[in-house]
Structure formats: structure tokens, C-alpha cells
């Protein structure tokens, strides 16, 4: 009933901004959990930020905070993470999800995902 689908990866320098996009399709209600996980190889599906489909109370990982920003266009059914201030660290595979529940940090409490989209930041 709900399809993610992410845009806007690529290859960026250090110091450098990107935005991502997440459009979604379907039944989703306005309390929903929207977020932003990434993966980078070897390592375990990390939380970055989330907020809910009605725009309200974003929330951002420490690693991430002050430099990343997540918002919601509600009229283009549309979730987006702005991210400066790039680092070598922040390579990953981005994945937008969603849920029908509270936000949650935890990668297992979401049931829908998108196919990810690259992000490269060369030092």
C-alpha cells in the first residue's frame, strides 16, 4: 500500500551539500513515522533523522545534528534531508522508511523502505 522512493545521491567533497528526497505513495496517516537510516559496508543500518508525516517533531542523530536537517512538503508528499557540511564518514547507502507508529531510532520498527540512494563524500 506504500511505495518509497529516494533521489538526489551522488558523489560530493568533503565540505560539500546534498539533498535527498523521498517521495511517497499510498495510505499513509498524518502521525506516521517517517525516516532516514543509512548503511555504510560492514557496518549495522545506522538512524539518522525522522519526523512525521504531518511535519511535526523532527529529529536528528547526534552524529548528525546541526549539520543535517529532515523536513516534510506536505504538498508534494515529499520528505527531504538537506546534508552539509559532508564527511568522509557519511558515505553510505541512504534509505528513506516508514511506519504507522511513533518515531523510533531502531531500523527494525520500520515496515516500508525505499531502494536507497547512494552517497559519496571524497576527502
Known amino acids: 500500500q506504500v511505495q518509497l522512493v529516494e533521489s538526489g545521491g551522488g558523489l560530493v567533497q568533503a565540505g560539500g551539500s546534498l539533498r535527498l528526497a523521498c517521495a511517497a505513495s499510498?495510505?499513509?496517516?498524518?502521525?506516521?513515522?517517517m525516516g532516514w537510516f543509512r548503511q555504510a559496508p560492514g557496518k549495522e543500518r545506522e538512524f539518522v533523522a525522522a519526523i512525521t508525516w504531518s511535519g511535526s517533531s523532527p529529529y536528528s542523530a547526534d552524529s548528525v545534528k546541526g549539520r543535517f536537517t529532515i523536513s516534510r512538503d506536505n504538498g508534494k508528499n515529499t520528505v527531504s534531508l538537506q546534508m552539509n557540511s559532508l564527511k568522509a564518514e557519511d558515505t553510505a547507502v541512504y534509505y528513506c522508511?516508514?511506519?504507522?507508529?511513533?518515531?523510533?531510532?531502531?531500523?527494525?520498527?520500520?515496515?516500508?523502505w525505499g531502494q536507497g540512494t547512494q552517497v559519496t563524500v571524497s576527502s
Open positions: 522508511a516508514a511506519r504507522p507508529f511513533p518515531i523510533s531510532t531502531k531500523y527494525q520498527d520500520y515496515i516500508y
Open positions: 499510498g495510505r499513509i496517516i498524518s502521525s506516521a513515522a
